[in-house]
Nanobody, 121 residues
């Protein structure tokens, strides 16, 4: 089992920056990749969450096209954290951001409870 706790959400003006952090605990060694997904307000009943950024245990990363050049994902293995630095925020970035971990042996996904990011125009 892996537990994930997000922090750092909030309200910011367009063009501003926010940093999200995700603390992982439990069976850390089973994690193959960690990432951030988001879901727009009012769509919490949908099952689909959009990938924002992901970092693999190898250090490789990938990003959604909409955030490339603005967001950076990083991982601190000593602290068991994954951060998402978000710059040049736009109103369309407003969403609940969820931390995600992919377990390497059975392909199980773990999720945090989410952090709300609101970007005011």
């Amino acid at each position: 089992q892996v537990q994930l706790v997000e922090s750092g959400g909030g309200l910011v003006q367009a063009g501003g920056s926010l940093r999200l952090s995700c603390l992982a605990s439990g069976n850390i060694d089973s994690i193959a990749a960690m990432g951030w997904y988001r879901q727009a307000p009012g769509k919490q009943r949908d099952l689909v969450r959009d990938l924002v950024a992901r970092i693999f245990s190898s250090g490789g990363t990938n990003y959604a096209d909409s955030v490339k050049g603005r967001f950076t994902i990083s991982r601190d293995n000593a602290k068991n954290t994954v951060d998402l630095q978000m710059n040049s925020l736009k109103p369309e970035d407003t969403a609940v951001y969820y931390c995600n971990a992919l377990e390497r042996y059975y392909g199980v996904y773990y999720w945090g409870k989410g952090a709300l990011v609101t970007v005011a125009s």
